[in-house]
């Protein structure tokens, strides 16, 4: 099946569905996905020919026959959760099984007025008027074909509202699982984030497969608002199977004296792409985005981000980090916009490779755009192999050339998994890429 079918194909699937709608098809919401699908079907999938698509190829995918689930055929007894989730994690906790709500295996432990943690689909019953004012006002489906494409299919995802002055006790910790059993699934999750002012609200979006050879593609869409003086986390956790696509765009809005964390972990998949756009939108506002990627074999992981300075007195740091092994390919390119009303910004961005197999590669570029004349910017890239003096220094002290290069990986990573402020994620990242280090040094 070649690019256009799989397109037609899933045109089709949407034809089909708002047939079904009845007088369904005529509200806000649907006038939305209705507009995006249109756009979706103008602009098509990526190509390579477009610059930032460049070194990501979504052909091979195009030619697969992805099918959506709109219920679930597995039973709660049927998914091992012991298996997938985080161990020793207290959360609030919904699962998704190919975009799916789950209500019978989530578990919400968190009370308090004015709270809303729920399935999306759930919010746009209970919550309309919230939703309407946020839904699809920061990521643009007009503009962006993945975007276009989740705004247009997407059924469920993640609805968080936290009230002012509230500060969440548990973090939320949402686990999208990918249950391609019986065939190649597509899933669309949509999660909206709202933080009030001087609220507090820690969000771990975790992806892992149900099944070893399953084919899955997730193409996934976060809006995230943090009102004045808000502090959101947001936490991305790539954790799927050789057969699995994993595309994930975050659109943050950042307004007066508020704080976005956002992290990104990418171990295991075939294909994943990670797109993070922080509008800083108000004065005293602080921009966050760490990431880690740590591939092997045919992996291939794609970052890239975009802080865009809009106001004066903001701060942003970046900071990506890769192990790169057999023939993976990294890819990294971040961006940053310094508007011209935006004087006394300051951001920094770093990314830092290194590659451990001959084959591997790394594209980077660093991007700087300022147009404001006061203010402290920078940014910078490497990519290179193990210090052959670290590696000898720890040999003397009796270490095996296994160990020694096990050691120096893990304190390279170790860096950005610091950022991590919950410490039981914290604790399985390090075991986990622990593991995949150990693993590739054999």
Sequence with gaps: MDQMNLKEKLLKDFAQYEAGLNSAAQTDLHQIRKTAINAFSEMGFP???????????????????????????????EINLSQLLTPNLEANLLIFE?????ADLSKIKEEATGLIINNLQTAFKTSPELIVQH??????HKAEAMVALNTGLAQDGLF??????????HPIYVLHIANAIDNAVLSSPRNLIIGGANSQVK?????ASLNENGESFTNTVTEIVANQKAIIENYIIQDENANSTNITETQTHLSKESFIYCHNYSLEGGLIRNKTNMVVADEHSEAHMYGVYVLSENQHADNRSLVDHDTANAFSQELYKGVLGGKAKGVFNGRIMVRRDAQKTNAYQTN??????????????????????????????????????????????GLTLQKAKTYLLKAFVGEVLLKATIDPLKNFLIEKIDRKIKGMMV
């Excluded at 020919?49 to 039973?75: G, P, V």
């Excluded at 190919?98 to 789950?102: C, F």
């Excluded at 300022?370 to 003096?389: N, Y």
Aim: hydrophobic residues 30%.
């Design 47 to 77: 190509t390579v020919k477009q610059e930032d698509w460049k070194y990501t190829n979504l052909a091979n995918i195009s030619k697969k026959t992805f099918n959506q689930q709109f219920e679930s055929n597995l039973s709660s007894s």
């Design 98 to 102: 190919n975009g799916i709500y789950r």
């Design 135 to 140: 839904y699809t006002k920061y990521a643009d």
């Design 160 to 169: 968080v509202s936290v009230p002012e002055s509230y500060v969440m006790q």
């Design 203 to 207: 969000v771990i979006q975790h992806y």
């Design 352 to 397: 830092r490779n290194i590659l451990v197999g001959n084959e591997a590669q790394v594209f980077t570029k660093p991007q700087l755009e300022i147009f404001a004349d006061d203010v402290r910017c920078s940014h910078g890239c490497t990519i290179g192999q193990l210090d052959e003096e670290a590696i000898f220094y720890l040999r003397s002290r």
